[in-house]
């Protein structure tokens, strides 16, 4: 079965552009995550979507950060004037439930020139 | 905050042998899960442990949900190259149960 995609897989971009990321979460997964994964870093919490409701926002590092997810499925992730300190891969996770058992996508490498 | 230390960070070891490494955390966690990452992929859910004093096993790797629930252990028993990766422990947050946090990580090189 289909598992979490993301797009771009890599993306390279000028300080001050903006970018849009994608997820296309498990179909069915009412949960979709968004986390931010820095040079041999942990992960970092950045949004979470649960259904119909308002999602958690509390993770966004600023408000040149934003995220929607569309007919609870897609979701995109924006960037906005980008800076050099963006640059990391962002994973994207979906989940069914509430037992937190998240499935990742591979990632999108932001560089961020 | 609440806060996961991995340990160790990282660990080199001869294929074969079996690895141990732990997961502590100052606040207590009602659930653990270890995830292991491969370069270049996301991470995968390897065992999830809901109930303290559990343990849990997946093939040649066994978890453990420490009776304090300050702390997890994951063990890989006879270790072979493919187990080559970043290991991570995950717990929810106090600020709810959807909100996970994640360990730094701890990195596992075998040598053939």
């Known amino acids: 079965g289909a598992g979490v995609s993301q797009s771009p897989s890599n993306k390279v971009t000028e300080k001050g552009k903006d970018v849009e990321l994608r997820c296309d979460p498990i179909s069915g997964h009412t949960a979709l995550y968004w986390y931010r994964q820095s040079l041999g870093q942990g992960l970092e919490f950045l949004i979470y979507f649960q259904g119909n409701s308002a999602p958690d926002k509390s993770g966004l590092p600023s408000d040149r950060f934003s995220a929607e997810r569309t007919g609870g499925s897609v979701s995109t992730l924006t960037i906005q004037r980008t800076q050099q300190e963006d640059s990391a891969v962002y994973l994207c996770?979906?989940?069914?439930?509430?037992?937190?058992?998240?499935?990742f996508g591979p990632g999108t490498r932001l560089t961020v020139t | 905050g609440q806060q996961l230390n991995q340990s160790p960070q990282s660990m080199f070891i001869q294929e074969g042998e079996d690895v141990s490494m732990n997961c502590t955390s100052s606040s207590i966690f009602n659930t653990w899960l270890w995830y292991k990452q491969d370069p270049g992929e996301g991470p995968v859910l390897l065992i999830a442990?809901?109930?303290?004093?559990e343990l849990t096993s997946n093939g040649r790797l066994t978890a453990q949900f420490g009776i304090t629930r300050k702390d997890s252990f994951l063990n890989i028993s006879a270790s072979i190259p493919s187990d080559v990766g970043i290991y991570f422990c995950?717990?929810?947050?106090?600020?709810?149960?959807?909100?996970?946090?994640f360990g730094t990580g701890t990195r596992l090189k075998v040598l053939a």
């Open positions: 995950a717990g929810p947050t106090t600020s709810g149960t959807y909100k996970y946090i």
């Open positions: 996770a979906s989940s069914s439930g509430l037992a937190g058992e998240q499935y």
């Open positions: 442990l809901y109930k303290a004093g």
